[in-house]
T-cell receptor
C-alpha cells in the first residue's frame, strides 16, 4: 500500500484480556518502529525492528508487552493481561533504512481503551 | 526533568499570523532535530529536519536550532487554518541508537479564519 496501515483503528477491551495490534509497513521499508502516545504525554519509543537484526526492545514497559515481525514485513504488538494504564494510541512507523534522517512514516494508530 | 520540554499550549492565532513553537532539551548528545505535524486522529508526519545547529527554511516554515542554548524553534509565516494541528518536536543523538526519537509532548495550534 501507499502508507503504513494499522489495524484495528480502535479497540476497546476489558481489563485482564489480551490484545493484538497489527502493522503493515510500506513495502520495501526495512525498519519498523512502535511508539505509544498516552494522553498528555509525548510519543514513547517501544520497539525497533531492522531487517534480520535482533530488535531493540528497550522501550517495552513491562513483560506483558511483546512484538514480532514476520518475514521482515508485518508486525504484531501483543499486550497480555491489559491494564487501564495501557490505554493509549499505539503508533507504528516504518522507514526505508534505520536511522532518523529520512524521517519515519507513521500509520494512523490504534486507539486502545481498557475498561 | 524530562529530556525534551515543550509547552502544550493550546495556542490560538488569527489567520496570517506568525507562529513560534519551541522546545528545550537537556541531552547535549542530541544532533538530529525534527518537527512533526499531527492532525487529529492521524499519525505524525515529518515537517522539517535539521542536523546540528543552524536554520532551515521550507516555504512558510523555518526551523532553528541553537545547540548552545539547547533550544529549537519552528516558525510558521502567514499561518493558515489548514496549519491547525499538534506540532511535535523530536530529537535523536545520532549514535548507535540513532533510529530512536525522543519527542516533546506537542503543542496544539489553532489558526482561526
Amino acid at each position: 500500500g501507499a502508507g503504513v496501515s494499522q489495524s484495528p483503528s480502535n479497540k476497546v477491551t476489558e481489563k485482564g484480556k489480551d490484545v493484538e495490534l497489527r502493522c503493515d509497513p510500506i513495502s520495501g521499508h526495512t525498519a519498523l518502529y512502535w511508539y505509544r502516545q498516552s494522553l498528555g504525554q509525548g510519543l514513547e519509543f517501544l520497539i525497533y525492528f531492522q531487517g534480520n537484526s535482533a530488535p531493540d526492545k528497550s522501550g517495552l514497559p513491562s513483560d506483558r508487552f511483546s512484538a514480532e515481525r514476520t518475514g521482515g514485513s508485518v508486525s504484531t504488538l501483543t499486550i497480555q493481561r491489559t491494564q487501564q494504564e495501557d490505554s493509549a494510541v499505539y503508533l507504528c512507523a516504518s522507514s526505508l533504512t534505520g536511522g532518523v534522517t529520512g524521517g519515519y512514516t507513521f500509520g494512523s494508530g490504534t486507539r486502545l481503551t481498557v475498561v | 526533568q524530562k529530556e525534551v520540554e515543550q509547552d502544550p499550549g493550546p495556542l490560538s492565532v488569527p489567520e496570517g499570523a506568525i507562529v513560534s513553537l519551541n522546545c528545550t532539551y537537556s541531552n547535549s548528545a542530541f544532533q538530529y532535530f525534527m518537527w512533526y505535524r499531527q492532525y487529529s486522529r492521524k499519525g505524525p508526519e515529518l515537517l522539517m529536519y535539521t542536523y546540528s545547529s543552524g536554520n532551515k527554511e521550507d516555504g512558510r516554515f523555518t526551523a532553528q536550532v541553537d545547540k548552545s542554548s539547547k533550544y529549537i524553534s519552528l516558525f510558521i509565516r502567514d499561518s493558515q487554518p489548514s496549519d491547525s494541528a499538534t506540532y511535535l518536536c523530536a530529537m535523536s543523538d545520532g549514535g548507535g541508537s540513532n533510529y530512536k526519537l525522543t519527542f516533546g509532548k506537542g503543542t496544539l495550534l489553532t489558526v482561526n479564519p
